[in-house]
């Protein structure tokens, strides 16, 4: 470029900005199509409640039950494509994994097994997910909500 004229570079500049400017427009038009591609964003009936003491539920339901139960409380960006597919995609492998709303479909070896598993992945730091905090900082766990969660999980598990 440094044996370059002024006006080529000119021209340059004006097909760089051209090309971004269509590029922006493709983009755009393709985020807006994309918010027509149908989702399935269904709260299946719930069929059973998890035994626990109302402290205890109201622990997991603040912190848990969006992605673990058939009561997830959907927010806004749960409509807006390519966001909706990351929230819908966890919720269901977060159902997949363990759902609070058909409890009842656990063996009580599972259920045990389901238990301990809780009581891991919180005494590990793992759930709830580090994504799902900023937006939802209720559902951090307290030392206190830990503690009756451990003591909740071991007392179910004996």
């Not at 603040?62 to 409509?79: G, K, L, Q």
Request: glycine share 2%; hydrophobic share 40%; net charge positive.
């Amino acid at each position: 470029m440094l044996n370059c004229t002024y006006r080529e570079r000119i021209n340059t500049r004006k097909k760089i900005r051209l090309i971004l400017k269509w590029g922006f427009i493709v983009i755009f038009v393709l985020f807006l199509l994309i918010q027509f591609i149908p989702i399935d964003k269904n709260n299946p009936p719930v069929e059973s409640e998890i035994p626990a003491t109302a402290e205890v539920r109201s622990i997991l339901k603040r912190s848990c039950y969006d992605c673990h139960s058939n009561e997830t409380i959907w927010p806004w960006y749960s409509r807006v494509a390519p966001i909706s597919w990351l929230v819908i995609y966890d919720v269901k492998e977060g159902r997949k994994e363990l759902n609070f709303s058909t409890w009842n479909k656990y063996t009580s070896s599972k259920q045990a097994k389901k238990l301990k598993e809780v009581w891991e992945e919180v005494e590990e730091g793992e759930m709830p997910l580090w994504i799902y905090l900023p937006t939802h900082p209720n559902a951090k766990l307290s030392s206190e909500d830990r503690k009756v969660l451990q003591a909740w999980s071991q007392s179910a598990i004996s």
